[in-house]
Structure formats: structure tokens, C-alpha cells
């Protein structure tokens, strides 16, 4: 009863936290992105030389950051402390070289910068995908292939997609999420050969959009709901790294065809901006493309396999 009512507990803060960022520094996006990013930062690749005093904490010293971005150290207390996000392209851009930030990252620097700058926006519906997109996904038969948005709920799927990774259609709308699925499905999260990476790639990419859209109470929740209840992704999150899409290689481990090495690549859909169409192919001539081919015709009729199956193990008795 006691670990209930302190999940309880803590979800209520964090959801508070992020629906009403004016009452706690968890609205403090840039502070803590800046803090993070300090913190992360070896003195000596800054090129700082050993001072001789002793460091408290990993990373750089506020001073550091202030004489490596030339700015003064009453300036970055207070962006960190989240007292001032009146910062000019300039400022970020010494800032963003000082830390050393990769193109993602200082990306998200000038988004969460400009927060107080942004205007209200209207909460998206409901979307729907389009016919022809559909259409797309199911003459894709030799490809395993999705429609996300920037939360990562799956919004159309064709069936190679369900072979490869869950039955979507056997789940609720509140279920086919991506990042759910990884971080709460068991059985999700055994197909990856390395889970920790791409646990911690879907926290990067995640915490992009969040900086990008901070008004979707739909992302909010996810995210509160995810850091309630599984502690690497309240942990990772809280690291506050960040990724933009790009290809990835990914390794799965299938319970049909065994290993599967695969290109995850991501396409824009210019009619609708916040969808993504996710597709998975094999390098050519590859044992992975062989097996990927056997199982999108196991997917294919899986009748046929179940009475093969079931024949082979007869023949054995």
C-alpha cells in the first residue's frame, strides 16, 4: 500500500510539474539542458588547465562556462536558475560552443530558448492518416513499415510491421506507442538485441519533441506516465541528452527467424508534418535480408506455417 500511494505521489508531481511549468523548475528547460550539459563536460577536453582545487561536482565550474562563452557568471546563474531566457543567437552560439554541443543538441538549445517567446498553441485532434498513405503502406509487402507521429504512437501499419515487432492490431490506441512498448512490454522489449541503446535512443528523440512542442498535454502525460513507472526512463530523462531522426542500425532478436540486423530509416510525409513513415530494410544479399524475407512470407500465410509445423512435428513422434 505504502509503494502505491508513493507511485501516486510522485506522478502527481510529475505531471503538476510539466502541466503548470511556472510553479516548479521543471519548466526551467534551459537551466536544466544547460546544467546537464555542464555537467557533462570534461574541463580538460574544454582545453581548461588543472587549477589544483577540488571539484565538488563533475564538469565545468559555472565561471568556466561564463569565461569559455564570454559572458559573465551572474549571466549563467541566472539562466540556469532560469531567471532570464532573454537570450540572443549570439549568447547561444557561444554558449553552444563552449559546451561543445552536438548539432542535435544545440538545436534543442535554441528551441527551449525561445519557450517564453512562444505563443499558445491549439492542442492537435485526432489524425488520421490518409488513404493513399495507407495504400503506401500495404503495397509494401517486402518491407516492414509504419506511420508515427512525434510522440511515436503508431497511427497505420502494414503487415510486415506486425511481424516484425507486435500485433498493433491486437492492441488498445493508448498501447501502440513505440516508446511504451519499449520501456512497459515485455515481450517488446526483448526483441532488442541491446535494449539499453535503443531504450535511451527513444528518450533522446522524445525529449527533442518535448522541447519542440511543450504545449502537448498528450506528450506530457507520456512522459509522466513513463517516469512513474519504469526508473531508466526517469533516469534518462533526466540526463536531458537529445537526437533529431536519422538512420539507425538496429538488431533484433525474433522469436520466428532468430537474428535480425536491420536499416531503420524515417521519411517525412509532406501533407502532414507531425507523421513519419518508418521503414525497416536489410542489407542486400545479407542472412538478415534471407531471414527477413522468410518471415514476411510466414507473415504472409501463417496458416500454411502453422500446418507445415504441425506436420514436421507429427513426423517426428
Not at 519504469?230 to 538512420?247: L, M
Request: hydrophobic residues 40%.
Amino acid at each position: 500500500m505504502q509503494t502505491s500511494t508513493r507511485h501516486t505521489a510522485v506522478a502527481g508531481r510529475t505531471l503538476e510539474a510539466m502541466e503548470h511549468p511556472d510553479d516548479t523548475s521543471d519548466a526551467n528547460e534551459l537551466g536544466d539542458f544547460l546544467r546537464a550539459r555542464r555537467a557533462g563536460l570534461d574541463p580538460r577536453r574544454a582545453g581548461l588547465p588543472d587549477d589544483g582545487r577540488l571539484r565538488r561536482v563533475p564538469g565545468l565550474r559555472r565561471e568556466e562556462l561564463a569565461q569559455l562563452a564570454h559572458v559573465s557568471v551572474d549571466y549563467v546563474v541566472r539562466l540556469e536558475q532560469g531567471r532570464t531566457r532573454r537570450v540572443s543567437r549570439p549568447v547561444l552560439d557561444a554558449l553552444a560552443d563552449a559546451l561543445q554541443l552536438a548539432p542535435d543538441e544545440r538545436a534543442y538549445l535554441f528551441t527551449v530558448a525561445d519557450l517564453t517567446q512562444a505563443a499558445p498553441v491549439r492542442q492537435p485532434g485526432k489524425q488520421q492518416v490518409h488513404r493513399q498513405l495507407r495504400q503506401l503502406l500495404d503495397g509494401m509487402h517486402d518491407i516492414p513499415a509504419m506511420i508515427l507521429n512525434r510522440r511515436m504512437d503508431v497511427l497505420a501499419w502494414n503487415r510486415g510491421a506486425s511481424a516484425l515487432l507486435t500485433d498493433f492490431a491486437g492492441l488498445s490506441a493508448h498501447e501502440r506507442n513505440l516508446i511504451r512498448l519499449t520501456f512497459l512490454d515485455d515481450a517488446f522489449r526483448s526483441l532488442y538485441a541491446d535494449w539499453p541503446r535503443a531504450a535511451r535512443e527513444c528518450v533522446a528523440v522524445l525529449r527533442m519533441e518535448a522541447g519542440r512542442h511543450p504545449n502537448d498535454s498528450a506528450l506530457t502525460n507520456l512522459v509522466g506516465e513513463l517516469s512513474v513507472r519504469d526508473p531508466d526512463f526517469r533516469a534518462w530523462w533526466g540526463s536531458h541528452q537529445v537526437r533529431g531522426p536519422r538512420q539507425l542500425t538496429k538488431t533484433y532478436l525474433h522469436p520466428v527467424v532468430g537474428a535480425l540486423t536491420l536499416d531503420v530509416q524515417q521519411f517525412s510525409v509532406d501533407t502532414q508534418p507531425d507523421q513519419h513513415l518508418v521503414a525497416y530494410t536489410a542489407p542486400a544479399d545479407s542472412p538478415s535480408q534471407e531471414a527477413l524475407r522468410f518471415l514476411l512470407q510466414w507473415a504472409a500465410h501463417p496458416t500454411d506455417q502453422q500446418d507445415d509445423h504441425a506436420t514436421e512435428q507429427g513426423g517426428h513422434r
